[in-house]
């Protein structure tokens, strides 16, 4: 297993698409909410937290497709299927790779985008907390999404428009524990609606991605 990750690991970075272009994207979010919405500090401050995590989720979304595609075009997806691994522990290597190389780098540098958007002082560390929480649960669910659309020709709109729908919770909530902690308001229903989401998707969304990528196979 740790070999699996230690590979996933080394495909994320040597392929493109990981972390160098998911932060890409994110500043760039960052930096053109201010020419769409007007300088004023006041609004920047009142909508940063919802901007951070929707562009973090955005970013998400450009690495998606290569969870399981490299796998599946060299053959090694087939290789793993008929390997002593449980499919159920590959799709949540999978994750935990996309998670290490996207996830939690756009984690450690949201608070960084958030002085962009004058985020208030109060809110760096529960932005940074509730993306620490939050995005673990994004790269599971894209890890299903990915599973049910390898093998396809153009997979990467149907990717998309399958999770995009199943990303809705976790931006509400983590953008509502983001936006209550920095106006000094009780965050702990949406924290704990938040990780409640994450424990779900990471106990259960492993074996739907595996029963997904098993059917692919066929």
Do not use: Q
């Amino acid at each position: 297993m740790i070999a699996l990750l230690k590979r996933d690991l080394a495909l994320s970075v040597r392929a493109g698409g990981g972390f160098g272009l998911a932060l890409a994207f994110f500043l760039i979010v960052v930096t053109l909410t201010p020419f769409a919405v007007g300088p004023n500090s006041a609004t920047l401050s009142t909508i940063a937290a919802g901007i951070l995590w929707l562009g973090a989720l955005l970013s998400c979304l450009l690495s998606l497709d290569r969870i399981l595609a490299l796998d599946y075009e060299d053959g090694a997806l087939e290789l793993l299927a008929t390997a002593p691994i449980p499919m159920e522990g590959v799709a949540t290597i999978k994750a935990l790779a996309h998670w290490l190389t996207t996830g939690l780098p756009l984690t450690l540098a949201a608070p960084a985008f958030g002085v962009l958007l004058n985020l208030p002082p109060e809110g760096f560390l529960w932005l940074t907390i509730s993306l620490a929480i939050g995005t673990p649960a994004l790269s599971v669910v894209g890890t299903f999404g990915a599973a049910l659309t390898v093998g396809l020709k153009r997979g990467g709109l149907l990717l998309s428009l399958i999770v995009l729908p199943l990303y809705v919770p976790t931006l509400i909530f983590g953008a509502e524990v983001a936006r209550r902690g920095a106006e000094g308001m009780a965050f702990e229903t949406p924290l704990a609606l938040l990780a409640g989401i994450t424990l779900a998707t990471v106990a259960l969304l492993p074996f739907a991605s595996a029963a997904a990528i098993r059917i692919n196979l066929r």
